[in-house]
């Protein structure tokens, strides 16, 4: 189909103008917004001890889901392309199930489920408690971020085949030594890739976080929910903004990742 000059340079502007107003325009403002008193009043707002305490808690959420959603993505992936067992098609579908079902929905069943009253609920009668704590977050963001590791190493294991391992296990190779040597090499990339996924979205979650968490500042108060908190309850619109654009950049070190394994991966 032939399309005219004019044609092409009025859809490249439609399409620049989208993304400038969609993306490029909300970024400025909060930028704007974080440095217009000067840096020292940004680096003042997001050093705050509420403001720590919420990157700390941040990257602890991260640095538990991560190893977790590695080991059980790792198997779930390798169980979905290499095994044959009922249920397989059914597993498929739940591991998807986090794409479909409002991350709101979630902290609502983890309420119901490790809550007051709840199947699991007795649980805080021996001091763990659950919900309105770490664990509950944990949980909450796990589940927001199952699919990422399983989905990016699955189609590498389809790419690869299974003949390597077949060869090494007719050599004596025992289940460990070829995974370690053979599988885990050869989905490094893709491995790699759904970590970023991970990281990026366990730093973003809110819905689901919201739910089960207590909200108080420097106890269960994550970068989106410190966010939230200073918007909306302290009408603190600056400190908003600041906690935002810290945000903003460790999502934009995430995209970077992103780009630079996706070019690696992509190089024979």
Known sequence: MNISAKARISMRALALGYLFVLLVLPLVIILWRSFADGIGAFFDSVSTP??????DLSVLIVAIVVPINVIFGVATALALVRGRFPGRRLLQSVVDLPFAVSPVVVGVALIMLWGVGGWFGDVENLGFRVIFG???MVIATLFVTLPF???EVEPVLHEIG???EQAAATLGASKWQTFWRITLPS???GLT???VLTVARALGEFGAVIMVSSGFPGESQTLTLLVEGRYINDHNTFGAYCAATLLMGLALVTLLLMTVLD???GRP
């Open 50 to 55: 509420a403001a720590i305490a919420a990157l």
């Open 162 to 164: 299974d003949e390597q």
């Open 193 to 195: 890739y759904g970590i």
């Open 134 to 136: 770490l664990p509950g």
């Open 149 to 151: 590791v399983v989905r």
């Open 187 to 189: 989905i490094r990339w």
């Open 263 to 265: 070019r690696k991966r």
